[in-house]
């Protein structure tokens, strides 16, 4: 399976910190991948070395292409929704459309005007005068009209009450991904995005230090609810992490088979959330 993103060793110094130290990053097509990491942990310098926005060291390509020496060719096939991205606020919708339709080939006016169709923005509305929600369903509508493979998504709905965001999230998988298409999510709203995820990848000081499929996540973690007396049988297999909920105690391994825990209390796959807790810990 090709490659649409594959980036080894890649690394980033500002001054004399490291925004990413050997980062490793592998995502082929019809896949959805959710890059989580806490503030400053190099998500949005990862994102701008794909989109050949700065340099780096290391190996990267993304539809083949290198981004600092092939960025066109390789723009030609992506979309990208930065969590900084703004509008000109003096046009109006219908400008921005005609204007976006004319300088590039690949975007489809009639996609655009479809999906706008379906939310509360009119084309004769300025940008001035959209509240953020709309702005960023703006933004999607552009992003999905353009025939590109890859879509990459940093914080897309940051700001936005729930109702914007679901809608967002719904608006994106039936109006843009298929089997041939994939894309890439920075978001510090795990539980929101957790059922769309094929692919999760945790980013930590510059690192990647935890890559998994969604659908493997319980061949490898798993989570045991247990009473205090089989508390310390439990610890004898080493938790990755232990948090206390309602007087029980969770603890979370990697590597230990789930039978081997029954015994001491009721397993279950962890979600991202807790699994996001206990990598950063």
Same mark, same amino acid.
């Given at each position: 399976?090709?490659?649409?993103?594959?980036?080894?060793?890649?690394?980033?110094?500002?001054?004399?910190?490291?925004?990413?130290?050997?980062?490793?990053?592998?995502?082929?097509?019809?896949?959805?991948?959710?890059?989580?990491?806490?503030?400053?942990?190099?998500?949005?310098?990862?994102?701008?070395?794909?989109?050949?926005?700065?340099?780096?060291?290391?190996?990267?390509?993304?539809?083949?292409?290198?981004?600092?020496?092939?960025?066109?060719?390789?723009?030609?096939?992506?979309?990208?929704?930065?969590?900084?991205?703004?509008?000109?606020?003096?046009?109006?919708?219908?400008?921005?459309?005609?204007?976006?339709?004319?300088?590039?080939?690949?975007?489809?006016?009639?996609?655009?005007?479809?999906?706008?169709?379906?939310?509360?923005?009119?084309?004769?509305?300025?940008?001035?005068?959209?509240?953020?929600?709309?702005?960023?369903?703006?933004?999607?509508?552009?992003?999905?009209?353009?025939?590109?493979?890859?879509?990459?998504?940093?914080?897309?709905?940051?700001?936005?009450?729930?109702?914007?965001?679901?809608?967002?999230?719904?608006?994106?998988?039936?109006?843009?991904?298929?089997?041939?298409?994939?894309?890439?999510?920075?978001?510090?709203?795990? &539980?929101?995005?957790?059922?769309?995820?094929?692919? /999760? @990848? $945790?980013?930590?000081?510059?690192? +990647?230090? %935890? !890559?998994?499929?969604?659908?493997?996540?319980?061949?490898?973690?798993?989570?045991?609810?247990?009473?205090?007396?089989?508390?310390?049988?439990?610890?004898?297999?080493?938790?990755?992490? &232990?948090?206390?909920?309602?007087?029980?105690?969770? /603890? @979370? $391994?990697?590597?230990?088979?789930? +039978?081997? %825990? !029954?015994?001491?209390?009721?397993?279950?796959?962890?979600?991202?959330?807790?699994?996001?807790?206990?990598?950063?810990?």
């Amino acid at each position: 399976m090709e490659s649409m993103i594959r980036a080894k060793g890649l690394t980033k110094i500002y001054g004399d910190s490291f925004a990413l130290n050997n980062f490793n990053l592998e995502l082929g097509p019809g896949r959805i991948m959710g890059l989580i990491g806490p503030n400053g942990a190099g998500k949005t310098t990862a994102l701008r070395c794909l989109m050949g926005m700065t340099g780096y060291e290391g190996e990267l390509q993304v539809m083949g292409k290198n981004p600092s020496t092939q960025r066109m060719g390789m723009l030609s096939d992506v979309a990208y929704i930065a969590d900084t991205a703004i509008l000109p606020s003096w046009m109006t919708v219908n400008q921005l459309l005609e204007y976006t339709a004319g300088v590039h080939p690949k975007f489809d006016r009639d996609r655009a005007d479809g999906f706008i169709s379906s939310t509360e923005v009119r084309l004769t509305s300025k940008i001035s005068q959209l509240s953020k929600g709309m702005v960023t369903q703006v933004h999607l509508a552009l992003a999905i009209s353009i025939d590109a493979k890859l879509l990459v998504l940093d914080e897309p709905t940051i700001g936005l009450d729930i109702l914007y965001r679901k809608r967002f999230y719904e608006q994106l998988l039936n109006d843009y991904f298929d089997e041939n298409r994939t894309i890439l999510i920075t978001t510090h709203q795990i &539980e929101e995005v957790e059922h769309l995820l094929t692919d /999760l @990848l $945790f980013i930590k000081n510059g690192n +990647s230090v %935890l !890559s998994a499929e969604m659908e493997r996540l319980g061949d490898d973690y798993v989570e045991v609810e247990v009473s205090e007396q089989n508390l310390e049988k439990a610890r004898a297999y080493k938790p990755l992490h &232990e948090r206390k909920v309602l007087g029980a105690h969770v /603890l @979370l $391994f990697k590597g230990v088979p789930a +039978s081997a %825990l !029954s015994e001491y209390g009721a397993t279950r796959t962890p979600g991202v959330a807790d699994l996001f807790v206990a990598t950063m810990s």
